[in-house]
């Protein structure tokens, strides 16, 4: 990490390890899936060490604070150090992933529509026997 003061949105979302690709992460701010400090933001905004990032990759959004600046990509462990995710976004991220856990299943109940391969053999048997 080098000793810079500013640096473009786009560039320190990449690497922090948000986007696999700068291009990608430019694409998202155009979007409107990043905010800066609350306030919609351009790729070539500049950041800087204490600003406010919300992220609106996954739901719920992640909220982070940008803590160090870096012009390279590292490892997984270095971006990490980038950023402090915010408590509220850390809590709010669990209670999703909880409820996601405890969810049912999506697929289609049964009797309805198509039937399964399943279902396509025992309707057989039975046409079978009649």
């Known amino acids: 990490m080098s000793e810079i003061h500013k640096m473009r949105l786009d560039k320190w979302l990449w690497a922090a390890r948000f986007y696999k690709t700068r291009s990608l992460a430019t ?8 905010l ?33 600046l870096s012009q390279t990509r590292g490892p997984a462990t270095v971006a990490r150090t980038l950023y402090e995710e915010h408590p509220e976004s850390i809590l709010s991220r669990e209670q999703a992933a909880e409820q996601r856990r405890l969810a049912p299943e999506p697929g ?13 053999r025992q309707i057989d048997r039975l046409k079978r026997f009649d």
Do not use: C, F, S, W
């Open 27 to 34: 694409a998202e701010v155009n979007l409107g899936r990043v």
């Open 36 to 68: 800066v400090n609350g306030k919609g933001a351009k790729p070539a905004r500049d950041v800087a060490v204490g600003d406010t990032i919300l992220i609106r990759k996954h739901y719920p959004p992640i909220t982070v604070t940008v803590v160090q």
């Open 108 to 120: 289609r109940r049964r009797g309805m529509g198509r039937p399964t391969k399943r279902e396509r």
